[in-house]
C-alpha cells in the first residue's frame, strides 16, 4: 500500500512545476509485478489532482491580473486570450508532455471551465500511463 501512495504522490508532484519525474516509479513498480491497472489508476489520479492544484494557482494569479506588476502586460494577455481561445482548450491534451504545466496553468489563468479542464486532462493523463503500460508490458514480454 505504501508504494502506492509513494506512486500516487510522485504523479502529483510530477504534474506541477516542481521538478519530478513518474515515469520511473510508475515503471519499477510494473517490472516488480504490481497489477498495471492499478498502477495507471493510482498514477493517473494523482497527476490529475497535481494538474488540478497548477490549475487553481493559474486561476488564483489571474486574480491579480489587473495588479500593476503583474508580469503579463494587458496587450501580450490580450493576444495569449486569443491564442487559448483557439487553440489552447485542446492544447490541455498535450498537458502529459514536457512542459503540459505550463498549458495547464494558462488554462487556470484563462479561466477554462473546470469540469471542461479536469476531462481534457484525464484523458492526456490516463492515455499517457495506460501506453506507458502497454509499452512496459511489451518490454517485459
Known amino acids: 500500500m505504501l508504494a502506492f501512495v509513494g506512486l500516487f504522490f510522485a ?5 506541477t512545476p516542481v ?5 520511473v516509479p ?3 513498480m510494473q517490472i516488480a509485478g504490481w497489477p498495471a491497472v492499478t498502477l495507471v489508476a493510482v498514477a493517473s489520479a494523482g497527476n490529475v489532482l497535481g494538474s488540478c492544484v497548477t490549475y487553481a494557482v493559474g486561476r488564483w494569479l489571474g486574480g491579480y491580473r ?8 494587458p496587450a501580450q494577455m490580450a493576444k495569449a486570450e486569443g491564442w487559448f481561445r483557439r487553440w489552447g482548450l485542446w492544447s490541455l491534451l498535450l498537458a502529459w508532455a514536457p ?15 473546470f469540469g471542461v ?3 481534457l486532462v484525464s484523458l492526456a493523463k490516463t492515455g499517457r500511463y495506460i501506453v ?6 511489451a518490454a517485459l514480454g
Open 11 to 15: 504523479a502529483l508532484l510530477a504534474a
Open 117 to 119: 479542464f479536469v476531462l
Open 99 to 113: 512542459g503540459g504545466d505550463v498549458l495547464v496553468a494558462v488554462a487556470g489563468l484563462m479561466r477554462v471551465p
Open 66 to 73: 489587473d495588479h500593476p506588476r503583474f508580469p503579463i502586460r
Open 26 to 28: 510508475f515503471i519499477a
Open 19 to 23: 521538478p519530478f519525474n513518474s515515469e
Open 132 to 137: 506507458l503500460a502497454l509499452a512496459t508490458g
